[in-house]
């Protein structure tokens, strides 16, 4: 008998075990290391970098004769005892190689030893090399200095050779580094999860290896189930579909569990695995919820955090309501509602990942394969709670109806056993019980008045009044349950629109404005919710535009002076037409029909002539100002018959103008460049790959090369002087779909599934999609992608980061192709659902956003960004003006009163001061630490700065600044001042520390007037406009206010599920906006705390600020700016103008006639 188990579960592999699965990225990397002795090596979370090194890599090495040091992690904790001033990273290596007695000593004098005269090959490994931006992300002389020791000591010893192991989402962040080293990492290795190959062969090999034969089909079956995941169908469902990547720890997981089942005493010998045997214990979903359960459970143990509390969590917090991962941030205690001891067992079990983006943490589930098995064990062990507990998360999960809520002889049940068991209650179910109490009350008051009146009835005079006041009470019930009625119907539609609004936003505005009109019409308050809904899809809904063309559009062009836009549709097998829109008018001219279809469309530069390529081989070039008569060139084998043994030879897939417009470029499925002289009608080849499809081409912005992508991954790049080949470089070999230059030079790409970045030696996958991708086109300014999909998605994608900025949905089939408008204010989409789609995109940033300012009298806004960038938008319907000075994040932003200067404070230690009008920058304020505030006196005359222990006040006039006065709190251990503010009309200051001091101090005599401390207190601090109160953040999720002479607090009721991102008065000061981590924003009357209105936002939102009396304008983390009217009518407007008309089927569906008949007539 066999004891051992061949397979790890959530273990790292060492060099005890032997790896299956990963033999050619083990033999590639070694001899990629070997060669180029310098190699960044990067991978997803989870796939299993550490393994590789320590299982395969580390003995390879080994077994070449290398001497391989301990491996390095640069975010090791340091002794207590470790002296002030030390480099943490450079101790850190030390500590990994040597010990604790080696921390002191140099890491040149640990990896060469000065004692030997001669020193062998030696590599050293740094492995979760991402340590060395998450630790002390700020501390960049730190990093700089470490880096420099590094690339010094690999410049002088040629005989050291180096790995950097990362994850791949800190890639761009790491290349500011890059300079500080000999290679610049120029060569990279990716290690992608497992393919489905590589997978079988991590299955079925190990137990092979102890003599147990695991069946082909078996092994098939439970790698096609580890690859599912769930994805948004076209149909509106969500679905599951085969990846193409495997976890490895869910395969270990799985594989572990299913041996120790099948063979709990040991496997014997010729034992074998087959679809049978995997059936007699159960599935994938079992083993991974088993999993779950036992980590959870696990967890709860270490950290002290109930169980149910964290089930909870994955349930409400990582999982959406339609089955989806979703993403939340970490706060100071706790994560939604989620204590942060918890988090890190749940990490290191591989159920939950980690990313950091701007400085803050984020969580979402490890992967899409969890979702079911979490829900369903999460389900099976809800059903051991008592009916009370049930009964609770029943009312919390939908929306708390007063229907669930329990009363009489159920609630004195329920207070029996929460008085016998006070250990298993959670807040939620102290919230529903006193929900239930209150709702007795209630029920109690009205048995009352229902004894009274009875007890009258028997008094003759009395039963005329009892008849009033029963005909009465009948009519007010009559309202009532009208009333019931109608909030039913407004909170289906909200429902409605919500479900709808991440796959089809003109369709959810459309609901949600239905819903706000039921009550808006009657004049009666509108529900909250409701309202929330309509601003969330309003900002959410970007389409401005929509043809119907009837058929599929299958190319698509637009001209570079945005005058013209054309199409080519295809109404059915074999035929196809071409159109041609003038967009000023909407004149829309069919220009030809061919009985062939259209590859491609493009217009030349000046937009004065259009040339369609098709697949017979034809070339049309049309007069745009008079379409009528189109010159026609031909494929040179077209002019003969088409060779019916390769009746491809002579389609085109791709065309482009010169910069000129005298010149056109082609490719097509014989492999061919061909650029053709309009003038001479004579084409020459330029170059390809005979007999492999050339299926796209581009032009650099310069027009000095022209690259040619093909059907096997290969991409030519061509001098377009002389037609020299200047480039070759081979991707993996798939089809490449799309192309485009970016600004530096290098080519962005698609492949299947991948957007990549490639500057011909080197590639970099920077984002992955769960359907295949169709076309790309990049913004004017390059740094933003357009990726048209086959699941009618467009995604914009940062090319600094490969991160979705944001998703433009509504197509409800595949998109073909997607042009970017060189104003950069909207893109335009062409689907098989046989629509053109122009979408406002002009508040999107490539950069995420870390602050945002504005100015109520003008509309200006600034904003803000983690790369030090600020965007200045002064004029509508403009691209915003780029102000570039820092190095590291905006903190903060803030506008003088007159609007002529704008100041920055960032954390790369400076404050900049910038004229509005030009653009220009006026004035640097340096100071010792990253600073966190900034703003202006409300004359315009001081300038407050706050940096960690210190506000400074600065005299500003005319580009000049002069220190006046300074409060410092150094004196006060790790205190860091996280907000400052001045009074508008008194020399008062007031600040917020992290460690919860509140204080209000004189400038002008330098004393402390009041102060005291609340450990809640933290965040940003502001006077209001009239400066009787201070109102400060909390980590509570409400906001603090306080008198601003004694400190004493009041009640105020804003708060957020999930905690206030930030906080803003308007002008006159009778409002208050919170914005918070629900996706919320909400607008309070100050004087009474009176919620007023409820606005839901695309995304997170990072900061607010009023651009108007009447206009709320908030930044998201996904980059966008998004500008909300306060009054409700002009946002229903807006919907009228951003939503459409229902089809008939939607009208039937949702019972649009109910409320307004003439949206479906």
């Known amino acids: 008998m066999l ?16 790896l299956y699965g990963r033999d050619r990225e083990v033999r590639d990397l070694t001899s990629l290391l070997v060669a180029e002795r310098i190699v960044l090596l990067y991978s997803p979370s989870g796939a ?11 003995p390879a090495l080994e077994a070449r004769q290398f001497r391989v040091l301990p491996i390095v992690r640069v975010g090791l904790a340091l002794p207590d005892d470790i002296p002030p001033g030390v480099n943490r990273y450079l101790a850190a290596a030390a500590l990994s190689i040597g010990g604790d007695e080696a921390i002191d000593r140099s890491l040149a004098d640990l990896i060469v030893p000065s004692d030997q005269s001669e020193m062998d090959d030696t590599v050293i490994i740094f492995d979760q090399f991402e340590e060395l931006l998450t630790v002390d992300p700020l501390d960049r002389a730190a990093k700089v200095a470490f880096c420099q020791t590094i690339g010094d000591l690999l410049r002088k010893h040629r005989n050291v050779w180096a790995l950097f192991a990362i994850r791949e989402d800190y890639l761009a962040p790491l290349m500011e580094y890059a300079y500080l080293l000999p290679s610049r990492f120029r060569t990279t290795f990716r290690l992608d999860l497992l393919g489905p190959e590589a997978a079988l062969a991590a299955i079925r090999q190990p137990a092979l290896a102890l003599g147990v034969e695991f069946d082909q089909v078996a092994a098939q079956t439970l790698v096609d189930d580890l690859r599912r995941s769930r994805v948004q169908l076209v149909s509106d469902q969500i679905g599951t579909m085969l990846g193409s990547t495997v976890e490895p720890v869910q395969l270990q997981v799985v594989c572990y569990r299913l041996w120790q089942r099948l063979f709990p005493d040991g496997a014997p010998t010729g034992a074998v695995i087959n679809a049978a045997a995997l059936r007699t214990v159960g599935s994938v979903d079992a083993a991974l919820a088993d999993y779950y359960a036992e980590r959870v459970a696990a967890a709860a143990a270490t950290s002290g955090v109930r169980e149910r509390v964290i089930r909870d969590w994955f349930d409400q917090q990582l999982i959406t309501a339609t089955g989806i991962r979703n993403q939340v941030l970490r706060g100071e205690d706790t994560t939604a509602g989620l204590p942060n001891q918890a988090l890190l067992p749940l990490i290191d079990a591989y159920l939950i990942r980690a990313e950091q983006r701007r400085n803050f943490i984020w969580y979402e589930l490890a992967h899409d394969r969890l979702i079911e098995p979490v829900r369903q064990n999460n389900a099976a062990w809800r059903e051991q709670l008592s009916p009370f507990q049930r009964q609770a998360a029943l009312w919390a999960a939908t929306d708390r109806p007063e229907s669930l809520l329990l009363h009489d002889d159920d609630l004195v049940a329920a207070r029996n056993w929460v008085a016998a068991h006070p250990e298993l209650v959670e807040q939620i179910d102290e919230e529903f019980l006193a929900a239930c109490l209150a709702r007795q009350a209630e029920i109690d008051t009205e048995r009352r008045r229902e004894r009274l009146i009875k007890q009258l009835g028997v008094v003759s005079a009395i ?12 009519f007010f019930a009559y309202q009532e349950a009208e009333r019931l009625s109608r909030l039913a119907r407004i909170r289906e539609l909200t429902a409605e629109a919500a479900v709808n609004l991440s796959v089809d936003p003109q369709l959810s505005l459309l609901l949600a404005r239905q819903a706000v009109l039921i009550q808006r019409e009657r004049e009666e308050p509108v529900d909250l919710g409701a309202m929330a809904m309509l601003y969330r899809a309003l900002a959410t809904s970007r389409v401005r535009a929509t043809f119907d063309l009837g058929a599929p559009v299958t190319a698509l062009a637009v001209s570079q002076n945005e005058r013209w836009w054309a199409a080519a549709v295809s109404p059915a097998d074999d035929l196809a037409e071409v159109v041609l829109v003038e967009r000023s008018t909407g004149q829309m001219q069919r220009l030809a029909t061919f009985a062939i279809n259209v590859s491609a469309i493009a217009f030349s530069p000046d937009g004065a002539k259009l040339a369609a390529v098709t697949w017979d081989g034809t070339i049309l ?28 030879a002579v389609r085109f897939l791709a065309v482009a103008f010169s910069p000129d417009g005298q010149t056109l470029y082609t490719t097509g499925y014989d492999g061919w460049l061909r650029r053709w002289d309009l003038a001479t009608r004579r084409q020459i080849v330029m170059g390809g790959i005979e007999g492999v499809p050339l299926r796209s081409l581009t032009i650099d912005p310069a027009g000095v090369r022209i690259a040619a992508a093909s059907q096997e991954g290969q991409v030519l790049i061509w001098r377009m002087r002389d037609g020299e080949l200047v480039g070759r470089a081979v991707l993996s070999g798939q089809p490449i779909a799309a192309l485009a230059y970016t600004p530096a030079g290098t080519l962005a790409l698609i492949e299947e599934t991948r957007l990549i970045e490639t500057n011909g030696e080197d590639s970099t996958v920077l984002t992955t999609f769960g359907t295949p991708l169709n076309d790309l086109y990049l913004s004017p300014d390059g740094f933003l992608a357009l990726v048209a999909a086959n699941d009618g998605n467009e995604y914009v994608i940062s090319l600094s980061n490969g991160k979705i900025i944001t998703v433009l949905r509504g197509h409800t089939d595949q998109i073909s192709q997607t042009r970017w408008l060189p104003g950069g204010q ?26 945002l300012a504005a100015d109520p009298q003008r509309g200006w806004v600034a904003v803000g960004g983690e790369n030090g960038r600020i965007a200045l938008f002064t004029r509508p319907n403009t691209p915003a003006r780029p102000l570039l000075h820092h190095t590291a994040a905006i903190e903060m932003l803030a506008f003088s009163p007159d609007g002529r200067w704008l100041a920055a404070a960032g954390a790369d230690a400076q404050v900049s001061v910038w004229d509005v009008a030009s653009g220009r920058l006026q004035a640097v304020i340096e100071h010792r630490a990253r600073v966190r505030n900034v703003a202006f006196s409300a004359d315009g005359s001081l300038l407050l700065t706050s940096s960690r222990t210190q506000a400074l006040l600065w005299q500003w006039q005319q580009s000049v600044t002069r220190p006046l006065t300074m409060l410092d709190l150094s004196d006060r251990f790790e205190t860091v001042i996280t907000g400052a503010a001045l009074h508008p009309t008194q020399p008062l200051l007031a600040i ?5 001091l509140v204080m209000v101090w004189n400038y002008r005599t330098a004393q402390t007037l009041v102060k005291t401390v609340d450990e809640r207190a933290n965040g940003q601090v502001r006077f209001n406009p009239q400066g009787t109160v201070v109102v400060s953040e909390s980590n509570e999720g409400i906001i603090l206010v306080r008198d601003s002479a004694t400190l004493n607090q009041r009640d105020f009721p804003a708060s957020h599920r999930g905690g206030i991102a930030d906080f803003a008065f308007d002008p006159s000061g009778t409002l208050i906006a919170t914005a918070g981590f629900d996706q919320t924003v909400k607008i309070w009357q100050f004087a009474d705390g009176i919620e007023q209105m409820r606005m839901g936002v695309d995304g997170l939102p990072v900061a607010i600020g009023f651009s108007g009396p009447r206009e709320l304008v908030a930044v998201s983390a996904n980059g966008s700016v998004i500008r909300l009217p306060l009054n409700l009518d002009t946002a229903l407007d807006l919907a009228v103008m951003r939503s ?5 089927d939607e009208c039937v569906r949702y019972q649009l006639a109910r409320e307004d008949a003439s949206l479906c007539q």
């Open 621 to 648: 070039i049309w007069n745009t100002l008079s379409p009528d008569q189109p010159e026609r060139l031909w494929h040179p084998l077209a002019t003969q018959s088409i060779p019916p043994d390769d009746p491809l």
């Open 3 to 18: 004891q051992q188990n061949p397979y790890l579960g959530p273990r790292a592999f060492t060099r005890e075990h032997r």
């Open 826 to 851: 909207e893109v335009v989409t062409a689907s098989f659902d046989g629509t053109v789609r122009f979408w406002d995109v002009s508040d999107l940033q490539w950069f995420a956003p870390t602050a």
């Open 48 to 58: 299993g970098k550490s393994s590789l090194i320590q299982a395969a890599l580390i």
């Open 463 to 474: 039963l005329a009044v009892v008849m009033f006041i029963a005909a009465a009470a009948a």
């Open 992 to 996: 917020v520390t992290r460690d919860g």
């Open 1140 to 1144: 459409r008309r229902p089809t008939a």
